[in-house]
């Protein structure tokens, strides 16, 4: 008896938790469809296009996808997030030379794009074209010379072509811009690496100012 009992109450809470389910996935699709619908009635900008792109690419309609990321283009060619999200649905696919393609089509309208250089580094990558993706990776860091990311990028391809001491330096100029975790990592890995403990623990010792409860400075023995 008490297993039955037992067993009519999993029953009990599992045919709620279907009804739960059920409530939670009808709220989302009606969401999704009022949000469809809004967008639906701003197809004179790129941007809602954009959001009905990256919509169709959530539910695996790669061909919508594209398609709307392309009606975002005829709105505007120098709409720079529809080139990176179109060039994603064909990196999906594994079609990086179309995205290579679509990257420098976007390029042409906008040169100093530097997300549609770090785009195009990263497809050149993929391709292993090692060379020209350094080209790039250095572009992208001209066009944004505040932004971390781009420097710490550029950084990687020096150090991965065997140029630590020009990683370093642009690393340390980019330190002094900003307390960003990957840029701090890498010099001081970059300098450790090179014999300079001292200036790798200053880098430590910044990043620990920053985020002292960073699980990178205790594998690194970093001091606290």
């Known amino acids: 008896m008490r297993d039955l009992r037992l067993g009519n109450a999993a029953a009990v809470v599992c045919d709620a938790d279907q009804r739960r389910l ?62 990176v999200n179109l060039a994603d649905v064909r990196r999906e696919q594994q079609r990086d030379a179309d995205a290579e393609a679509v ?24 391709q292993g074209k090692k060379s020209a993706a ?9 066009a944004a010379p505040t932004e971390a990311r781009y420097a710490y990028l550029y950084a990687l391809a ?11 330096r642009l690393l340390a100029d980019a330190a002094k811009q900003s307390g960003d975790r990957d840029v701090l990592l890498a010099l001081a890995m970059y300098l450790s690496e090179g014999g300079d403990e001292a200036g790798a623990s200053e880098a430590l010792k910044r990043l620990a100012a920053v985020n002292p409860d960073d699980p990178a400075l205790a594998q690194m023995r970093a001091p606290r």
Request: proline share 3%; net charge positive; aromatic share 6%.
């Open 22 to 83: 059920a409530r939670a996935r009808l709220a989302f699709d009606r969401a999704i469809a009022e949000y469809e619908a809004v967008q639906q009635g701003n197809l004179d900008r790129p941007d809602a296009w954009m959001s009905l792109g990256n919509l169709q690419a959530v539910r695996g309609d790669r061909a919508a996808a594209e398609a709307a990321y392309r009606e975002a283009l005829k709105r505007d060619a120098r709409f720079v997030p529809a080139y």
């Open 103 to 126: 990257l420098r089509e976007g390029l042409r309208a906008v040169p100093d794009a530097a997300a549609l250089r770090e785009a195009l580094a990263l497809a050149l990558v993929r």
């Open 134 to 142: 350094l080209a790039e990776f250095a572009a992208a860091s001209k």
């Open 158 to 168: 020096l150090h991965d072509a065997g140029r630590r001491a020009e990683a370093i």
